[in-house]
């Protein structure tokens, strides 16, 4: 089976930092795009961040509100990625969710955002974040 596993969230206060992993494994692993969502009670899923792997320059893209404050990145091996948040807002607690897009014909991921969800072929079950004092 497939596998996306997210790890880093926790209890922070407002202004730290935490860096996310998502780790791909089975048939997770050749993934194309990746795209960090954000789900906070009482509110509708957000894309945060993505990623995507193309043949000259990687595309990146963030949500207005964690520009200049969160980063997306993806190690050696394009297996795991990470999102690297600094100066955290209370308004960033959310349980944050990673997706693969395993479709390289059409990237879900664009400079203008995330894409559908219904483009991701595999989620992740969720790291908590929560920024409190």
């Known amino acids: 089976q497939a596998h996306l596993v997210e790890s880093g969230g926790g209890l922070v206060q407002p202004g730290g930092s935490l860096r996310l992993s998502c780790s791909a494994s089975?048939?997770?692993?050749?993934?194309?795009?990746l795209a960090w969502f954000r789900q906070a009670p009482v509110r509708d899923r957000e894309g945060v961040s993505c990623i995507a792997i193309l043949e000259r320059d990687d595309i990146t893209w963030y949500t207005d509100s964690v520009k200049g404050r969160f980063t997306i990145s993806i190690d050696i091996t394009r297996t795991m990625v990470y999102l690297e948040m600094n100066n955290l807002k209370p308004e960033d607690t959310a349980t944050y969710y990673c997706a693969v897009d395993l479709d390289w014909r059409t990237l879900a991921c664009t400079a203008q955002g995330t894409g559908r969800s219904s483009e991701y072929h595999y989620w992740g079950q969720g790291t908590q974040v929560t920024v409190s004092s």
């Open positions: 089975g048939e997770a692993f050749n993934f194309y795009g």
